[in-house]
T-cell receptor, first 109, second 117 residues
């Protein structure tokens, strides 16, 4: 029942951009893509969402491919505090969110 | 701080026992979700309530049950506990779930860490 596919882990040097990919090939036309992150064992935290266009906020940028089958979350200048598990999420049904396994991002000094 | 509160923060109990986890959603949110996260695992959706009614079920065991009260707080009841039930249990609340075409955000609480010995 996997709806999103993400690499299990990635490394990034502090100060560099972190690019986290996600495949969501079964996403339907009017469904949003959401990104959350979970630092250690805290509650997941919302980062950004998008439908078709690229989006940017104070935390990150989101690039969505034209066919909407994949997206990339970009943290422009990663810091040690960005070390976390990043989840790419689509709604499975009307009110269910499928989190998947996420990507463990390790930001190294 | 998401505005979602969960109590207790930690809970240690023995196999076979029953526990109740409590969640208070953000002010104004009518929908509450429960998720389970076992060690080094992703978040597994358990159940969702909207304004007191069950709206969706995920991989929730028959030994587990939940309810949402008129004041909108929710409780997750776990009974006949087993070692494998040890996990983090997260509650999340959300804005209106009724408009499919609009973005829809979950706000997570800090979680309850349950340890079954």
């Amino acid at each position: 029942d996997a709806k999103t596919t993400q690499p299990p882990s990635m490394d990034c040097a502090e100060g560099r951009a972190a690019n986290l990919p996600c495949n969501h090939s079964t996403i339907s036309g009017n469904e949003y893509v959401y990104w959350y992150r979970q630092i250690h064992s805290q509650g997941p935290q919302y980062i950004i969402h998008g439908l078709k266009n690229n989006e940017t906020n104070e935390m990150a940028s989101l690039i969505i491919t034209e066919d909407r089958k994949s997206s990339t979350l970009i943290l422009p200048h990663a810091t040690l505090r960005d070390t976390a598990v990043y989840y790419c999420i689509v709604r499975v049904h009307f009110n269910k969110f499928y989190f998947g396994s996420g990507t463990k991002l390790n930001v190294k000094p | 701080d998401s505005g979602v509160t969960q109590t207790p923060k930690h809970l240690i109990t023995a196999t076979g026992q029953r526990v109740t986890l409590r969640c208070s959603p953000r002010s104004g949110d009518l929908s509450v979700y429960w998720y389970q996260q076992s060690l080094d695992q992703g978040l597994q959706f358990l159940i969702q309530y909207y304004n007191g009614e069950e709206r969706a079920k995920g991989n929730i065991l028959e030994r587990f049950s939940a309810q949402q009260f008129p004041d909108l707080h929710s409780e997750l009841n776990l009974s006949s506990l087993e070692l494998g039930d040890s996990a983090l249990y997260f509650c999340a609340s959300s804005t209106s779930p009724l408009l499919r075409v609009k973005p829809y955000f979950l706000y997570f609480g800090p979680g309850t860490r349950l340890t079954v010995t």
